[in-house]
């Protein structure tokens, strides 16, 4: 069965930090990969969606990448703002499965 | 265009009382899916529609019954609710399986 985590769960830095956010999944035959944000009490705001032969896709100021062998992929975000505070998730779709399977998150907050 | 939208936005069952959550999308979409948020436990699977006049259950379908009305519309019940059914409900839709999923806002359900 497959299974996603991120880590760290939370993360807090200064404004116009780069950062990266983690995403680790345990069956490496994935069909695609997909980062979300989701803002308190808010829907799920799609990011970016990196198919498996690719290895990064990038959005302004988000480059996502990914490594299937290893089973991993990073959320890289440039010149972090207060704006980009929320919580992102990642979520994998299996080569077999019939849904995306969701990671827990990591909740960002980018100070002032 | 909406894209994904949800009715009600808050709705508070008693225990044993019955609702219907909405579910429309605007994007011509052929699979559509119903996940409950919560705390600690993320986002999971109640059921999904590949395509019109198809449903499937996900990992938490106990409980809970789906219509796909049509193409744009599938609709999520529940017969008899119960405590544990408080969560916040997403919809979901994507042209196809394995595609990028694009989320509605969201229904906060507290069962009393």
């Known amino acids: 069965k497959q299974e996603v985590t991120q880590i760290p769960a939370a993360l807090s830095v200064p404004e116009g930090e780069n950062l990266v956010l983690n995403c680790s999944f345990t069956?490496?035959?994935?069909?695609?990969l997909q980062w979300f944000r989701q803002d308190p009490g808010k829907g799920l705001t799609s990011l970016l969606l990196?198919?498996?032969?690719?290895r990064e896709q990038t959005s302004g100021r988000l480059n996502a990448s990914l490594d299937k062998s290893s089973g991993r992929s990073t959320l890289y975000i440039a010149a972090s703002q207060p704006g980009d505070s929320a919580t992102y998730l990642c979520?994998?779709?299996?080569?077999?499965?019939?849904?995306?399977?969701f990671g827990p998150g990591t909740r960002l907050s980018v100070l002032p | 265009n909406a894209g994904v939208t949800q009715t009600p936005k808050f709705q508070v069952l008693k225990t044993g009382q019955s609702m219907t959550l909405q579910c429309a999308q605007d994007?011509?979409?052929?699979?559509m899916y119903w996940y409950r948020q919560d705390p600690g436990m993320g986002l999971r699977l109640i059921y999904y529609?590949?395509?019109?006049?198809?449903?499937d259950k996900g990992e938490v379908p106990n409980g809970y019954n789906v219509s796909r009305l049509n193409k744009r519309e599938f609709s999520l019940r529940l017969e008899s609710a119960a405590p544990s059914q408080t969560s916040v409900y997403f919809c979901?839709?994507?042209?196809?399986?394995?595609?990028?999923?694009?989320f509605g806002p969201g229904t906060r359900l507290t069962v009393l």
């Open positions: 979520a994998v779709w299996g080569n077999y499965g019939q849904n995306f399977v």
């Open positions: 990196i198919q498996s032969s690719q």
């Open positions: 979901a839709s994507s042209e196809r399986g394995r595609n990028e999923q694009f």
């Open positions: 994007m011509n979409h052929n699979s």
């Open positions: 069956d490496s035959a994935i069909y695609n």
């Open positions: 529609s590949a395509s019109e006049g198809t449903t």
